[in-house]
């Protein structure tokens, strides 16, 4: 009677490290999908909803560069005229920590994000500092949750967490 109970949670373990496995694979397989692209150009709009329901549309541009061992990313938006202007430079590493700047042009200045404020919100959305530089699957831990419909498709829910306590 006692290896039973042993013999389930070993079962249990092995399927969950599988599992696993296979959320860091879906990450794995979408890094390589969305690299190896040299640079691109995008125009993007975001809308931002209050919880009372309040609507902000914002228009910005995007430009982007592969290099060896980095990405960088511009990000200048257009629209509201009180945030005209405003710009994120990122650069992202492979095997060093990111940098990224922020140029406010109402005041002139550029400001340096640390690396410990790359949590907090930019530009008053949802987004942090750290959602709009690149990534590495090496910098989270994957665990599968389950599969979900999605339309005609099913998907799999995988959380990611990062292995950075200031993230």
């Known amino acids: 009677m006692r290896v039973?109970?042993?013999?389930v949670l070993v079962c249990t373990f092995a399927a969950g490290a599988v599992a696993d496995d296979a959320a860091r694979q879906i990450f794995e397989e979408e890094y390589a999908a969305s690299?190896?692209?040299g640079d691109l150009t995008a125009e993007?709009?975001?809308?931002?909803?209050?919880k009372k329901g309040r609507v902000t549309e914002r228009a910005l541009r995007l430009q982007q560069m592969e290099t060896d061992g980095s990405v960088k990313t511009l990000i200048v938006f257009d629209?509201?005229?009180p945030i005209r202007g405003t710009g994120l430079l990122t650069f992202s590493q492979v095997l060093a920590e990111d940098d990224q700047w922020l140029y406010l042009?109402?005041?002139k200045r550029v400001k340096k994000i640390a690396s410990r404020d790359r949590s907090g919100p930019f530009v008053?959305?949802?987004?942090?500092?750290?959602?709009l530089a690149d990534y590495q699957v090496e910098?989270?831990?994957y665990t599968w949750l389950r599969e979900e419909a999605c339309g005609e498709l099913v998907c799999d829910v995988v959380q990611r967490t990062p292995l950075d306590p200031f993230s």
């Open 105 to 107: 042009p109402a005041i």
């Open 44 to 50: 993007l709009s975001m809308r931002l909803v209050s």
């Open 35 to 37: 690299h190896g692209y």
């Open 139 to 141: 910098e989270f831990t």
């Open 4 to 7: 039973m109970p042993v013999f």
């Open 124 to 131: 008053g959305s949802e987004f942090a500092y750290e959602d």
């Open 79 to 81: 629209e509201p005229k």
